[in-house]
Structures are given as structure tokens and as C-alpha cells.
């Protein structure tokens, strides 16, 4: 059987089998790249800017014991002065982000992370809303639609010789089945080199093995990692934990003035305070994270798998690319932009594509 006739079995059978569940995961995935814009706005993290210092840890406290007592502060993240100030909080089978005013503490919004149509669209994206086994099926719909591409852009190039200008130009007056024709090969061309990149994002993260090859060859298995403690103090030995929390906060936000601030609270004798310093808008890769003591708030020197984004290793690099890459935040907005359209165009292939195939089956039957 030639080449070319093989592989287009291979891109029909793939298509008309994963071709429901690609569109689905396609779709999903174009709406959720503008996650960061949208959860702003339903999350309402807009305030009016005040002249007036942040509140500390214990006003947030005090707040959330009047307005959600149930829920167990994890994290603060203290972000610029026209944003609030978003509380991580545990109950027991879920997790809650709480919205703070950050110059008055009132609690302006409260969302369990299990509910809400963004949440389901994550999930939507994610696991189909299955679960583990609907996770499983979309790491290998995600795996079959790697030579369903690649057989695509191997069909579009022409037997002999270099592409033509009417390979790259849609024309609009043609008649409706070859619009749908060229909707699909054509638009199908210029999407395959974007999605090709989520594609290869998502299978890393769909099989453990792939991470597993990932770290053997770039050496994080031959690393090993401290696990970093608060030093425990005598019983005698009287701390106010929220001084300790406050003046951290204060010192990395007159640090990094253009920069958000999270920082945990510690629930065992033992546990660290982390502190991460987030740059806006630079990627998983412009992170850096700080251990300090919790009783003295000193730091806490060791070689931490979250460390300084300058020291990260090559697995750590390329793990925090994924996600980037995956939505297209590696290149900032116009890289999301790039990613919204090539999936949109994406989830319209199976469709244009059936529709190809219907036609082309209802001839064969004439």
C-alpha cells in the first residue's frame, strides 16, 4: 500500500474515532486559555485603590472566623493595590478561594474550586468530566491526535514539488463543499503547527513514563532534594506567629515592588513558612521560592526542590515550560491568542472533516 494512502487511513480512522471527544477537548481548551481574564472578572479580584496599608494575616484571620469559620487558611496571596488579596482555604473534599478587600478585609467573593462553569470547564478540558477514567481518555485522544496531524500535514503537501499559492488561500466564492474542503485542509495546515506543541504539553503530562524518561535524561533522578523544617523552640519560648507571617510579607513587598506575594501558613511545629514571589504574567519559570523558620523567620538555607528559579534544574525547567507552552503564555499574550485560535480551529476539524467523509461515502453509494 503506498505511503501516502496508508496514512490517510490511519487520518480517517483517527478521526472519526477520537473526533467527538478531540472537538470537546479542543473547545474546552481554547476557552480556558483565557482563564487568568475571565476569573478576574466572576471572581471579582478588581478593587478601588485606597491610600492605605495592606491588612495582615490577623485581620484575615479575624474575617474569615466571622464570614467562612469552617474553612482552613492555607495561603494568602498578596498581589498589586487594585487587586484583592486571595485566601486559599480547605474544607474537608474541597478547596475554597476566598477574595479579601486588602485595605478592609471584607470578604467580597467565595468559591468552592469543585463548582462553578469555569471550574467545570477546567474539568471539561481536563477529564470530560469523568473523573480518572475520563482523564485517561483524554491522554490518549491527546497521544492519537499526534499522527493524526502529522499524517495531515504529510497529505497536504503535494506529491511533486513545492506547495502552490491556492495550498495557502482560502477562496470564499467557491462552492460549499469545496469551502468545507479547504476549511479543513487549509486552516488544518496553519493550526497543526500550534496544536502540535499542546499536543506533545499534553501527552507529558498524560503518561508518567514520558516524565519518567524525562528525568532519567536530564538527571533528576541524581538529585537529591532536603526537605526543609522550623527549628522547634522551648515551650517557654513565646512567638506570635503573625508578627513573624507580617514581616515577611512586608519585607519581599518592598523587595519585589512589581511583584505578588503568597505566603503559607504553618500548621505542624514543624512546618516552614513558604513564601513565593510571582512576576505577573512571566510564566511558571519566573517563580522564586523562599523557606523561612516560623518561629524566627530567618531563612532556611538547603537545596529545596522549590527553590530560586535561577537554580532550577533542567527537569524543573522543563516542567514549568509545559504549562506555558500548553496555553501559550511562554510568549505573553500573543502567544495565548496564537494557542485560542489554533485550538478553535482545531475543534472545527472533526467537523469539517465528517463532513468531508459524508460526502465523499454518499458519492461512492451513487
Do not use: C
Not at 479575624?62 to 492555607?74: A, H, I, T, V
Not at 462553569?117 to 468530566?129: A, C, E, P
Not at 524525562?214 to 506570635?240: F, H, Q
Not at 505578588?260 to 504553618?266: A, E, L, M, Q, T
Amino acid at each position: 500500500m503506498p505511503i501516502r494512502k496508508f496514512l490517510a487511513k490511519i487520518h480517517l480512522f483517527i478521526g472519526l474515532g477520537t473526533g467527538f471527544l478531540f472537538f470537546v477537548i479542543a473547545l474546552s481548551g481554547a476557552l480556558y486559555t483565557w482563564e487568568p481574564e475571565i476569573s478576574r472578572i466572576i471572581y471579582k479580584h478588581k478593587v478601588e485603590v485606597q491610600d492605605k496599608p495592606f491588612i495582615t494575616i490577623s485581620d484575615i484571620k479575624k474575617s474569615l472566623q466571622n464570614s467562612f469559620p469552617e474553612g482552613d487558611f492555607r495561603t494568602a496571596l498578596y498581589r498589586d493595590s487594585g487587586s484583592s488579596i486571595e485566601v486559599l482555604l480547605y474544607v474537608p473534599g474541597t478547596y475554597y478561594l476566598a477574595q479579601l478587600n486588602p485595605y478592609n478585609a471584607e470578604l467580597i467573593h467565595l468559591q468552592d474550586m469543585k463548582k462553578g462553569w469555569l471550574n467545570h470547564l477546567k474539568n471539561l478540558h481536563r477529564n470530560l468530566l469523568l473523573g480518572d477514567f475520563g482523564r485517561k481518555v483524554v491522554h490518549w485522544v491527546t497521544l492519537l491526535a499526534l499522527p493524526m496531524l502529522i499524517s495531515g500535514v504529510v497529505m497536504w503537501w503535494p506529491i511533486k514539488g513545492w506547495p502552490s499559492q491556492d495550498k495557502f488561500k482560502i477562496k470564499w466564492t467557491v462552492s460549499p463543499k469545496k469551502l468545507n474542503y479547504d476549511l479543513h485542509n487549509i486552516l488544518g495546515f496553519y493550526a497543526t503547527w500550534i496544536l502540535i506543541f499542546s499536543v506533545l504539553t499534553g501527552i507529558f503530562w498524560g503518561f508518567e513514563s514520558v516524565k519518567a524518561l524525562t528525568k532519567a535524561v536530564s538527571g533528576e533522578n541524581n538529585i537529591t532534594y532536603d526537605s526543609p523544617k522550623s527549628m522547634l523552640r522551648d515551650k517557654t519560648e513565646e512567638v506570635n506567629q503573625d508578627d513573624v507571617l507580617n514581616t515577611l510579607i512586608a519585607q519581599n513587598h518592598s523587595r519585589f515592588p512589581e511583584s505578588y506575594v503568597r505566603i503559607s501558613i504553618p500548621h505542624k511545629k514543624d512546618d516552614p513558612i513558604n513564601l513565593t514571589v510571582i512576576q505577573p504574567n512571566k510564566g511558571l519559570n519566573a517563580i522564586d521560592h523562599y523557606v523561612y523558620d516560623q518561629y524566627s523567620g530567618n531563612p532556611l538555607e538547603g537545596n529545596f526542590q522549590n527553590g530560586l528559579s535561577k537554580d532550577r534544574s533542567t527537569f524543573q525547567t522543563v516542567n514549568g515550560m509545559v504549562y506555558d507552552i500548553h496555553f501559550g503564555s511562554i510568549l505573553g499574550l500573543p502567544g495565548r491568542i496564537l494557542v485560542f485560535l489554533a485550538s478553535l480551529i482545531g475543534a472545527s476539524l472533526p467537523v469539517t472533516g465528517f463532513i468531508f467523509w459524508l460526502g465523499k461515502k454518499r458519492k461512492k453509494t451513487l
